[in-house]
């Protein structure tokens, strides 16, 4: 029996482009275990993902913030404390940096994503000065966010409602968000473009990158079941 998995999305099913690699509507509808899709993405992004792949819709989203499972969501965290950082950081003239419409944040629920471009150092300065929020950086936004929330605390409530041991799971990532994932999760890869983090936390660093490193380790674990 092949594991279930907690994937990671941008950077590990993605193209260096940030395209969902087309390997993931090969490998991934017909796993046959569950599959968690854990993302710092807002809650629609992993759902349509699921969604379109054939899967159940199973995922965390927000960096732990929104866990979606059997049809019940669960949300945690502080988004006021969230926008109230963000706020003052633009009263400080920074800027968010996703120009008009914002879908990033649009169907945010629980915390605040600032484009890679924003001034990280203000931003981190003002975050400072509030308790309980901390600056996530996944290479690909920084998020704003409870210090509680993680994927890996999202994790154990998801595998708890699957009736799984979190420690069942094998997760696959490629940023700081994922460290908590891999804490959880019995076996852990970091995809060879993976932060500094990451690589630390994971048992193994996958010797390609991007979909190359995680179709191989999805390989190998097919091979480890036949
Ligand atoms: O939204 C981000 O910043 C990163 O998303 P990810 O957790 O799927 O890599
Ligand atoms: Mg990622």
Redesign the pocket.
């Known amino acids: 029996m092949v594991p279930p998995l907690a994937l990671?999305?941008?950077?590990?099913?993605?193209t260096p482009t940030g395209r969902i690699d087309p390997r993931a509507f090969e490998l991934l509808p017909a796993w046959d275990a569950p599959i968690v899709?854990?993302?710092?993405?807002a809650f629609p992004?992993?759902v349509a993902l699921a969604h379109f792949l054939g899967r159940e819709e199973t995922v965390i989203a927000e960096?732990g913030g929104v866990a979606y499972v059997n049809g019940e969501t669960t949300v945690v965290g502080d988004p006021d404390a969230a926008r109230a950082v963000v706020e003052a950081f633009r009263e400080r003239g920074g800027e968010i940096g996703w120009g008009d419409g914002d879908t990033?944040n649009r169907w945010r629920e629980t915390e605040v994503?600032l484009s890679t471009d924003a001034d990280e150092a203000l931003l981190r300065e003002v975050a400072a000065a509030v308790d309980d929020v901390e600056v996530?950086d996944?290479?690909?936004?920084?998020?704003v966010k409870s210090t509680g929330v993680s994927?890996g605390r999202a994790l154990r409530v998801v595998a708890d409602a699957l009736g799984l041991d979190p420690a069942a799971f094998v997760a696959v990532?490629?940023?700081e968000?994922?460290v908590s994932t891999f804490g959880v999760a019995g076996e852990s890869y970091a995809v060879a473009n993976a932060d500094a983090a990451a690589r630390e936390a994971a048992d193994e660093v996958a010797g390609k990158g991007f979909m190359d490193g995680t179709a191989a380790v999805l390989a190998s674990l097919r091979e480890r079941a036949r």
Do not use: E, M, R, W
């Open positions: 990671d999305i941008d950077g590990t099913l993605t899709f854990a993302t710092g993405k992004y992993p960096n990033v994503a996530v996944t290479g690909y936004a920084y998020h994927k990532g490629d940023s968000n994922d």
